[in-house]
Each structure stands twice: as structure tokens, then as C-alpha cells.
């Protein structure tokens, strides 16, 4: 159970059609290298951590020997994701001054991510 409960930022995306706005929370992650930060959208209805391949490069993680190819649908599209055990990190707002959490996870690796 995690003892503190932090605020993140949001993005906030307008559903003309619906009328309404829908929020989705930002936060600061890093994947094998704790000092390699970006920001993240998150999905709760995912099933999956997904990354661009360069975050693997520039992390050190090798892909040339995925534990599992999938692939999976996407934003209405279907891509390949080579999965990978790596060390994950969420680090809190920048105005807290904490340390980020640690767990173990299987990140998919997609090569030329693009919003779809």
C-alpha cells in the first residue's frame, strides 16, 4: 500500500460531440534509468505500459531479445511491441521533494510511435 497521496497535472481533452471535458492525469516516470524523466499519459483502461523504442536506446535497454511480441491495438490501429522487463520509476510533482517509487514491470517497446 503506498502511504502518500500526490497530486498530478492534467490533460485535459474536449469531446465536442459529448459536451464535455475529460481529464487525464500527467505524471513523471523513468524506465531502467531513474535520471532519464518524461512525461506520461495515463490509461486506466490499458493493459499495457507502452513506450517509443528510442526511450529504450537512450535508457540502455537492450531489445534485441524481447520476452514477447505482441501486437495490439491502438487508437484504432494495430502496432508491434516487444516487451521487456525493466525497473520502473514514478517520481512525484516537482514541487514535492520525494523520492520516486520503484517497481518492476514488462514495458512494450513500439518502433516509430506516434499518436494515432
Not at 36 to 46: H, I, K, P, Q
Not at 95 to 104: F, G, R, S, T, Y
Amino acid at each position: 500500500m503506498i502511504d502518500r497521496a500526490l497530486v498530478y497535472p492534467f490533460y485535459e481533452e474536449v469531446h465536442l460531440r459529448r459536451g464535455r471535458t475529460v481529464q487525464r492525469p500527467v505524471v513523471l516516470v523513468s524506465i531502467g534509468d531513474p535520471s532519464l524523466t518524461f512525461d506520461a499519459l495515463v490509461d486506466s483502461g490499458s493493459e499495457h505500459v507502452l513506450v517509443d523504442s528510442t526511450l529504450a536506446f537512450a535508457a540502455g535497454i537492450d531489445l534485441s531479445d524481447p520476452i514477447d511480441i505482441e501486437e495490439i491495438g491502438v487508437g484504432g490501429g494495430i502496432v508491434e511491441a516487444r516487451f521487456m522487463p525493466v525497473t520502473g520509476y514514478l517520481h512525484p510533482p516537482k514541487a514535492a521533494e520525494l523520492e520516486p517509487i520503484a517497481w518492476d514491470l514488462d514495458v512494450g517497446f513500439i518502433d516509430g510511435w506516434r499518436p494515432l
